[in-house]
């Protein structure tokens, strides 16, 4: 099967954190509109408590819910059992840019970066407590091509990096 190509997009903290009680633990108004901006008009791979933290259908995008309930249905989503079966929905369901975004969960993300090309990472320059982590990445598969520093507007000026790393090819080490 060709996969369609596959990003993941994340935003984590210091300590690698992605979540506490399917919830993020900070609140990055900044971010939430870069990934809107990255995922409009593209497939979204999501896992089951990922969408049910959401609470809803993301418009402008073919939402692709990986879970093992039987029988679970989401109007609006395709529901699959598997992450290979995500890949093949996200092909079907591609846009014409030929990206697809896996948004998370841990498990998800976990399953899905063997096979993934690029990562859209918020690096957020503080530690915070958390239940949800993004998994270790192996520094001889990743080259960073691009790291922008940004702080968030309000009071509490978070620091965070946009950074995107791509996957290494023989080539390129």
């Not at 996969?3 to 919830?23: D, E, H, T, W, Y």
């Amino acid at each position: 099967m060709k996969l369609p190509f596959l990003s993941l997009l994340v935003a984590m903290s210091k300590n690698r954190v992605i979540g506490k009680n399917n919830q993020l633990p900070w609140h990055l108004p900044e971010d939430l509109k870069h990934f809107k901006a990255l995922t409009m008009g593209h497939p979204i791979i999501m896992g089951r408590k990922t969408y049910e933290s959401i609470g809803k259908v993301l418009p402008g995008r073919t939402n692709i819910i990986v879970t093992r309930q039987k029988n679970y249905v989401i109007p609006s989503a395709i529901v699959v059992d598997s992450i290979q079966s995500a890949f093949a929905a996200g092909l079907e369901e591609n846009s014409a840019k030929n990206e697809a975004f896996v948004i998370g969960g841990e498990e998800i993300f976990h399953q899905a970066l063997t096979f993934s090309q690029r990562i859209y990472l918020t690096e957020i320059q503080k530690t915070f407590d958390g239940d949800t982590f993004f998994p270790a990445l192996n520094s001889q598969e990743w080259r960073e091509a691009e790291r922008t520093i940004h702080f968030s507007e309000g009071i509490e000026q978070l620091e965070y990096h946009l950074v995107i790393l791509d996957r290494k090819t023989p080539s390129s080490t």
